[in-house]
């Protein structure tokens, strides 16, 4: 199975603050990755997928790139209703579509 | 508008079963593949099994293989998750999600809490 790490596993930031989150898969994945932001009772929320296609209706301040083993996603100038956690999750070939540990983004 | 709603969840006894459904609307759910999410209370989130549109394929984690059975029924718009010989370690919230082009996850539903407990 493909395992995936995400770093860090907690951030602190600020208002206005850019932010990268960074993940890794244990062999290549193409560009089959996707990212989640979950807030705290709530479900998840598609931010990116497809590394860098950004989902219909989310803040140009997110984006993605990468492609292979390395991805990263950036949040260009953080809001505060963008502090939660964020999930990488690869969707490559046939399951298991394994996702990220998290990382926790909280306000500094 | 997409809609995921979950139902079926509850308190069970270990070695009990349960059966979970999703009631999709607002998209011609026939033509997209569905899966299963869960998270562990305080944890991350874990795939647990995906079936695509027609039923032809069908996936599930090791967690869960010989146990749980996912299912659809494109006529009534929905998905089901059967959870027999359920443990302590299958407590947590599930999610049915809508799988993508490149299967990602874009529509949630708001989940439906499992708990397995004496």
């Known amino acids: 199975d493909i395992q995936m790490t995400q770093s860090p596993s907690s951030l602190s930031a600020s208002v206005g603050d850019r932010v990268t989150i960074t993940c890794r898969a244990s062999q290549s994945i193409s560009s089959y990755l996707n990212w989640y932001q979950q807030k705290p009772g709530k479900a998840p929320k598609l931010l990116i997928y497809a590394a860098s296609s950004l989902q219909s209706g989310v803040p140009s301040r997110f984006s993605g790139s990468g492609s292979g083993t390395d991805f990263t996603l950036t949040i260009s100038s953080l809001q505060p209703e963008d502090f939660a956690t964020y999930y990488c999750?690869?969707?490559?070939?046939?399951?298991?579509?394994?996702f990220g540990q998290g990382t926790r983004l909280e306000i500094k | 508008e997409v809609q995921l709603v979950e139902s079926g969840g509850g308190l069970v006894k270990p070695g009990g079963s349960l059966r979970l459904s999703c009631a999709a609307s607002?998209?011609?759910?026939?033509?997209?593949?569905m899966n299963w999410v869960r998270q562990a209370p305080g944890k991350g989130l874990e795939w647990v099994s995906s079936i695509s549109s027609s039923s032809s394929y069908i996936y599930y984690a090791d967690s869960v293989k010989g146990r749980f059975t996912i299912s659809r029924d494109n006529a009534k718009n929905s998905l089901y998750l059967q959870m027999n010989s359920l443990r302590a370690e299958d407590t947590a919230v599930y999610y049915c999600?809508?799988?993508?082009?490149?299967?990602?996850?874009?529509?949630w539903g708001q989940g439906t809490l499992v708990t397995v407990s004496s």
């Open positions: 999750q690869q969707s490559y070939s046939t399951p298991p579509f394994t």
């Open positions: 999600a809508r799988g993508g082009r490149w299967l990602q996850l874009d529509y």
């Open positions: 607002g998209f011609t759910f026939s033509s997209y593949s």
